[in-house]
Nanobody
Framework: VQLQASGGGLVQAGGSLRLSCRAS???????????KGWYRHTPGKQRELVAS????????AYVDSVKDRFVISKDNSRKTLYLHMNNLKPEDTGVYYC????????????WGPGTLVTVSS
């Protein structure tokens, strides 16, 4: 199983990006039954969870700094997790990692390789 992330890049402040994370080789029941999230690592800071989605009911949660700007979503049929990022700010710059936490049902915690987002002012 591999998480394949894409969609990062350079964007001006106020712009938008969509990150994608495809769970290659993961069976559908594991993907749909796992909690999922996007983490961000910025220089000088610890990795933080910016958006998450529970497996139970799909309810999303966001760190305060991205509320009303970022939206986490998924497509179970494609086994893909998304992060729609709008009104980007320079402080959103960082490496974004997707996570599929399958510890409960498969005993594994999966991480994507990270994709760089750079927001210029």
């Amino acid at each position: 199983v591999q998480l394949q992330a894409s969609g990062g890049g350079l964007v001006q402040a106020g712009g938008s990006l969509r990150l994608s994370c495809r769970a290659s080789g993961m069976i559908l029941s594991t993907f749909s039954g796992s909690d999922k999230g996007w983490y961000r690592h910025t220089p000088g800071k610890q990795r933080e969870l910016v958006a998450s989605m529970t497996s139970r009911d799909g309810s999303p949660a966001y760190v305060d700094s991205v509320k009303d700007r970022f939206v986490i979503s998924k497509d179970n049929s494609r086994k893909t997790l998304y992060l729609h990022m709008n009104n980007l700010k320079p402080e959103d710059t960082g490496v974004y990692y997707c996570n599929v936490n399958s510890m409960t049902i498969a005993g594994r915690d999966y991480w994507g390789p990270g994709t760089l987002v750079t927001v210029s002012s």
